[in-house]
């Protein structure tokens, strides 16, 4: 029929339509009479039903009616209630996406509601976006390249895109920058709610863009959700700020999981302040010089909170696992691999009210590092391992470091770092420290800023830390050091001290409360004749094991029943630090 579409329909199939009734046959139709079956039967060469397009559905029609659509080239039937297709329901294929995209080289794009051509694919992709209006919906991205030169958009222009979702097929999906498509943020969200990006490729091409952009951008975005996004080849121009896998500014209630953020020249997650109540969990992020990297809005001023980092995999990153620069509080960084970030950290924390329990913290420079001003933060249940520098590096006041497991690490198992607030009134209890051989200190209490800590049932182990002639279990140099600790009660001869010559302050090297002394000839040791002690209540017993005399002459540090006080062999001397001088409380002359 010249001038009309045709549909044919082969009804070679057990008969579609059936009838019973004499058929009629018109140039322009099929008439057929009411109440009636139409049965067409195939023969070798099968036969045909042709149906005239309508530009719109009959106005009143009856169960079993159909016509031909001449917008979109399908056929309907009426099931008594809406007009359907023979595919299937509404009109389409079924589907949970409210639109389809095709790649170009998409295996069937015959579904697809928008096909992009290979070049600027955004542009449909976009379309697709809008099309959904501002009553959200969903855009399916099906397998295949997406080339894209400017980013796809998610903003509150109307039509308002919160509410909307972009998934695509998983990895055979590729969102991909071309070349020289720089400063570009590939996908970019701001000032939208509840908006969902899922089962994605985003593909830098690094090697063809060598300034700077982003993979996904969140900017005052809330309660919207990333998951199971693929992003690798992220490169910038050198500045961190810029070259993010996945940024979130003034971005709050959001979760970013099991995604794989790998290849950023700077960041693989970025947090600007202030984004806060964000979860960060089972993603692997990798072989960028940070993993994960919170700073303040200078701008803003204020600090990101309440944030959780867990159950991630976090590797091989060139400066830092995770990085605090500046403006965090309230962070939980609980059961992390963090792994072989060898540069620099494992974690490198600022701020207060940080909880870091549960994590793997092994083969890094630094395993755990407070930075300045660091308070009221609870460092416990870790697994701090093999790390090249320090297993726990403090500055701070007001923590609590618990059961901890610090094993054979570079340097010093726990350390303060001399602050300037002071590193005061930290709790360091029931951690299991052992190193094998290294010549540093299990606890190191090291600077004169140090005071009025307190160490409870420490087990610390290993030759690196005590054997013949040293007892490197704990360096206390600071003041007030108050001990529940074995190493501090330990009543076993140890031989650690220095400065046993005439003249000489005889210093105990370590915490050691009983010295088993061994001079080469006799001793007159100087004023004062034993080095302060670290808090009321400390006790040291000296014994002189050779026939070489040790003699103490009254000072105002020492309190002695005679003076001179000579130490002969097998002469024991006990004293006590009442505060500010030592006072004798027993003597043996054997």
Known sequence: MAGYKKLIVCLIIYGLLTFDFRLLTFDYGLVYAQNADLKVSADARGETLILDPQAAAPASPVEGQVYYDDNDDKPYYYDGTSWETF????GD???????????SNSLDTTRADYVCDGTDDQVEIQQAIDALGASG?????????YNISAPINFDNVAPDDSNKSIIGAGAGTVVKLISGANGVSVINASNVNRIFISQLMIDGNAAANPNVFRGIRFGSVTSSKIDKIWMKNIRNDGNNDNSNGIRFQN????????STLVQASGCGLYIVSPSNNNIITGNEIASSPYGIFVIVDPLVGTNSTNNIVSENVIRSNSISGICFYSGGESFIISNNQILQNAGGWGVLVKGKYHTISGNNIQANGYGITFDQAAEWNIIRGNFISLNTQYGIYLYGRNNDITGNILYENGNDGISFGNSGIGDNNNLISFNRLYDSAGASFGINLSGPNCQNNYLVSNFID????????YDRRIQDLGTNTKYTDKT???????????????GNTLTPDGPTSYLRLSPAGNVNLGSPNIAAGKAAGDLLILENTTVNRIRLSVDASTKLHSNPLDLYQNDILTLIWNGAAWVEIGYGDN
């Open 137 to 145: 919906g969903g855009v399916y991205l099906l397998e295949g390249i």
């Open 251 to 258: 971005s709050s209630n959001n979760i970013l999981s099991n």
């Open 93 to 103: 294929d079924k589907t949970v996406a409210t639109k389809i995209v095709a790649a």
């Open 87 to 90: 595919s299937g329901t509404g």
């Open 462 to 469: 290993g030759a690196g830390y005590i054997g013949a002639g």
């Open 488 to 502: 501090k009660l330990t009543f076993e001869p140890g031989s650690g001290y220095t400065g046993l010559a005439n």
